[in-house]
């Protein structure tokens, strides 16, 4: 029996249109021994759209590390404020919420496409953005590039590659839902134009379309392992023995939308059941994205190790010591 | 302020101390600062300088600090936080209001270590008065060791905040499992009121079948009769 559920995709910020989509058919357990021992990144992950649970269940799963791009929030912001909030939640409160689960959080800050419409905006958000990518933690500038592939979308587009080279800070390049293949290849474009280095770009949301020409241009390949609307593991799988781990990476993107931020190792073990070897895997669900993005000179991998900086450690009181959030017993009538 | 000048002192011998000659060069530049650009900048840009360490501070030090300016500890502090607060010791405006602008834009774009070290400089800031909303805005934070920064070894609430305020910040140690005794001030600006608010809460802790923190009665005793204070230990409210 095939059933029908509505839902709204909109992830990582753009599409809005409803869809018909077949319900999941899933019959194979995620099992959670094949992971064990092994050690994640996830480089697309909208945690401030995400509750406890889930940095619970990343952390039990071997994510050490995370980076949140910046996205629209479901719905236009009207003034530069909710802009400034934003970005300063995401070095601040989200920072924080996640070192509390033993993950380290980074970000990457930008003027999202869909919101570079709003050209008023995005003036005043543009004037903003210097103060907030310099921060420590900021290893990018993202996610921009096109959604409907506007003339006010490649403009900010522009402006904010010349930030990027600027700061010496790498790009995470969103691809569009609509005119993907082209999308993608005219963000590659006006990069190269610009003159950037393509080893310090990402582009991301690829799929079995775009992938060859984003590897053979010597720029980073990330995948979003998205139900429905991208890419689904099996088809990572097949992708990764195709093309090899090098200059690809997975995250999950999740987000608002009906996602999934175990994305990254549940691809990890599928790939392992699949054969892949253990040394591409962690290319392609942890180094890669640590390489990428270290270039900005702000990821430290010692760090992931206490999940929070030493400024955040101190003697005796250990409730913000990672991974030593108080768990509940959620199977329990009781709550205490 | 008139500790400030020798307290900066103490800050770049130590700070010196803890980095490389080429950071403490580019610290030392740093001095003086009149406009709000560069002290944006040397702000942000601080950890890529000096890294994160934790200060070493000897004990010369360490009593030296606590004769100029009684109640402040460095001690946990990470050396990018000390840094910060003594970059911001050397921002000086005559025009008081750029100067309140520019301290409150650092706060209201600051990163979780950035809070930290912004809240840490409150007492060696210019106009101490201006602060105390900023301070008492602190304390409603949720950020453990942003509340840590005020609350712990910081003497400016003590020194400036208004009863209502300082008993908030006292109560939210409490409720946040804080060190109290780590304080600075519990007994100077122990009060009725506060007292009162405890025992509340003591009450609400007690009903929950939760447990209380000893330094609860340490503030408490003051303000009621040791028989009094026997039977709430033992739970008894009523009185």
């Not at chain 1, 992830?11 to 899933?26: A, G, R």
């Not at chain 1, 900005?296 to 959030?325: C, H, K, M, P, V």
């Not at chain 2, 890529?48 to 360490?53: E, I, Y």
């Not at chain 2, 809070?115 to 304390?139: D, H, M, N």
């Amino acid at each position: 029996m095939i059933v029908s559920l509505k839902i709204l995709k909109m992830c990582c910020s753009h599409n809005t249109e409803e869809k018909s989509v077949p319900l999941t058919q899933s019959t194979e357990k995620f099992d959670m021994d094949l992971i064990k021992g092994m050690r994640f990144f996830d480089p697309h992950v909208h945690m401030t759209s995400r509750t406890t649970d889930d940095y619970q269940a990343m952390a039990d799963a071997g994510i050490v590390a995370l980076i949140e791009p910046s996205f629209w929030l479901g719905q236009p912001r009207t003034g530069v404020d909710s802009f400034k909030d934003y970005y300063s939640s995401l070095v601040g409160w989200e920072r924080f919420r996640s070192s509390q689960f033993g993950i380290k959080h980074y970000c990457t800050i930008g003027l999202n496409s869909r919101e570079a419409n709003n050209e008023a905006l995005a003036e005043q958000v543009m004037e903003m953005l210097p103060l907030f990518i310099y921060k420590d933690g900021v290893v990018g500038i993202g996610e921009i590039g096109f959604d409907d592939q506007t003339a006010a979308e490649e403009k900010y587009y522009r402006l904010q590659l010349d930030l990027a080279k600027e700061s010496g800070l790498p790009v995470q390049i969103h691809t569009p839902h609509r005119d993907k293949k082209r999308g993608t290849q005219r963000s590659m474009d006006i990069a190269i134009e610009h003159g950037l280095d393509p080893r310090m770009v990402i582009v991301d949301h690829n799929n079995e379309e775009t992938v060859k020409e984003v590897l053979d241009r010597g720029f980073w390949a990330a995948f979003t392992i998205y139900p429905f609307t991208k890419m689904g593991n099996q088809r990572m799988v097949e992708i990764t023995k195709q093309y090899g781990p090098e200059r690809i990476m997975v995250n999950s993107a999740a987000d608002w939308g009906i996602s999934d931020p175990m994305a990254v190792p549940k691809t990890a073990a599928l790939m392992k059941l699949n054969g892949i070897s253990l040394a591409d895997i962690e290319l392609v669900t942890y180094r890669n994205a640590i390489t990428a993005f270290a270039q900005s000179g702000q990821i430290n991998e010692t760090d992931f190790i206490t999940a929070i900086d030493q400024s955040a450690r101190f003697e005796g009181n250990s409730i913000l010591r990672g991974g030593q959030q108080p768990r509940i017993d959620k199977s329990s009538i009781i709550i205490s | 302020m008139a500790n400030t000048p020798k307290l900066t002192t103490i800050f770049s011998d130590i700070i010196k101390e803890n980095i490389t000659g080429d950071a403490w060069n580019w610290i030392y530049a740093q001095s003086n600062i009149t406009n709000s650009f560069d002290v944006n900048s040397a702000f942000a840009i601080m950890p890529r300088k000096t890294g994160k360490a934790l200060v070493q501070v000897n004990n010369q030090y360490q009593e030296l600090i606590n004769t100029v300016t009684p109640g402040l500890s460095i001690s946990n502090w990470t050396i990018d936080r000390l840094s910060r607060v003594w970059v911001l010791t050397q921002y000086q405006d005559v025009d008081q209001d750029k100067y309140f602008r520019t301290i409150e834009n650092l706060f209201s774009t600051a990163e979780m270590n950035e809070q930290v070290a912004l809240y840490s400089a409150l007492p060696f800031l210019y106009y101490p008065q201006l602060w105390v909303k900023r301070c008492a805005e602190g304390i409603r934070s949720n950020i453990g060791i942003v509340l840590e920064a005020i609350m712990y070894h910081n003497p400016y609430p003590a020194e400036n905040l208004p009863e209502a305020a300082w008993n908030q910040m006292v109560l939210k140690a409490f409720f946040t499992d804080k060190q109290v005794n780590k304080i600075f001030g519990l007994d100077n600006r122990a009060n009725k009121e506060l007292a009162r608010i405890l025992i509340d809460y003591a009450r609400e802790r007690h009903a929950a079948g939760r447990e209380i923190n000893n330094m609860l009665w340490y503030l408490v005793e003051k303000f009621v009769t040791g028989q009094q204070l026997n039977k709430m230990k033992q739970g008894h409210f009523n009185d």
